[in-house]
């Protein structure tokens, strides 16, 4: 069974940091991509960071870059997205998702960015 789990979200003050997981198992194929989505409610979702597997290739949002790193451990078939420097306009819904052929995406983890 596929499954993409996150973990790592939570409340933190305008400034700091926290460190999201996802870990991808139950794959028969090889995961291409690692991918961090972002989703407020009533908003499109939006890719925050993409990581391919293999290469190491590394792409960020606009938004982000400067602050965010995004990191994998294939070994382990896990994602990191390393947050820095933390805004209210941060705040969302992170979702991962693992890429092969199709799109395999976890249920999210809040993170909310608040004083």
């Known amino acids: 069974e596929v499954k993409v789990v996150e973990s790592g979200g939570g409340l933190v003050h305008p400034g700091g940091s926290l460190r999201l997981s996802c870990v991808a198992s139950g794959f028969s194929n090889s995961v291409l991509s690692m991918n961090w989505f972002r989703q407020a409610p009533g908003k499109e979702r939006e890719v925050v960071a993409r990581i391919f597997t293999v290469s190491g290739t590394t792409n960020y949002a606009d938004s982000v870059k400067g602050r965010f790193t995004i990191s994998r451990d294939n070994g382990r078939n896990t994602a990191y997205l390393e947050m820095n420097n933390l805004k209210p306009d941060d705040t969302d819904m992170y979702i991962c998702?693992?890429?092969?052929?199709?799109?395999?995406w976890g249920q999210g983890t809040q993170v909310t960015v608040s004083s």
């Open positions: 998702c693992a890429r092969t052929t199709n799109d395999y």
